[in-house]
């Protein structure tokens, strides 16, 4: 399977249809987004913090999806 496609079976004929991929920020990129520390956003991370921010691990690597950070956002936000 490669990530963004998608395959479709009619009896004999497949088609094939590409799916927008996410973009992945990195915690540099987040950083400059959220105007914090890049210590910060490690500390967001981490297993027993509270309101973790949204995050991907891949390998020792964290990313994040921009989507989920607005959607993180959007429950903090103070009326």
Not at 14 to 27: A, C, F, H, M
Not at 36 to 56: A, F, G, K, L
């Amino acid at each position: 399977m490669i990530p963004g496609v998608k395959v479709k079976r009619n009896a004999n004929l497949i088609t094939v249809e590409k799916e927008p991929v996410p973009e992945l920020w990195d915690v540099k990129r987040l950083s400059s987004f959220l105007g914090v520390s890049q210590d910060w956003i490690y500390r967001r991370t981490m297993r027993d913090t509270p309101e973790p921010i949204p995050h991907v691990k891949i390998g020792h690597f964290i990313r994040f999806v921009p989507a989920e950070i607005f959607g993180w956002l959007r429950e903090r936000e103070v009326r």
